[in-house]
């Protein structure tokens, strides 16, 4: 502090301060809030694909069985050799990381081999 910041320091230069921190503050609050809110939108968006690829797969599966297609030991051992593919045996596909990726652009869509058949 300075010598004139000591010499008028007062009431009214203290409750400018305060005003201009409590301004500063909800700004800030308010920042958070949005962030907030799109984050819960896109865990909202999220959600709605899993149900609806979740819902994909089910009635998939349920028509292959009762087509006769499909054995469910075979597709429980393809489904045991693509998950041990990724590395990591833990019930589902994990993701290969890339830092490179920008997190908003849209993951790649995989494409299964040709050659990989579930009878």
Do not use: H
């Not at 489904?79 to 849209?106: L, N, Y």
């Amino acid at each position: 502090m300075d010598f004139w910041t000591n010499l008028f320091d007062n009431d009214y230069r203290q409750r400018a301060d305060i005003e201009s921190l409590r301004r500063q503050s909800k700004k800030r609050t308010a920042r958070q809030y949005r962030r907030i809110g799109d984050q819960q939108d896109r865990i909202d968006a999220l959600e709605d694909q899993v149900g609806e690829l979740a819902l994909l797969c089910r009635s998939l599966l349920t028509l292959l069985r009762e087509d006769g297609t499909v054995k469910p030991e075979r597709l429980e051992e393809v489904m045991t050799r693509m998950d041990a593919a990724d590395g990591v045996i833990d019930g589902k596909i994990t993701p290969q990381s890339e830092p490179d990726e920008d997190p908003k652009t849209p993951p790649k869509i995989r494409t299964w081999p040709k050659n990989e058949r579930i009878d």
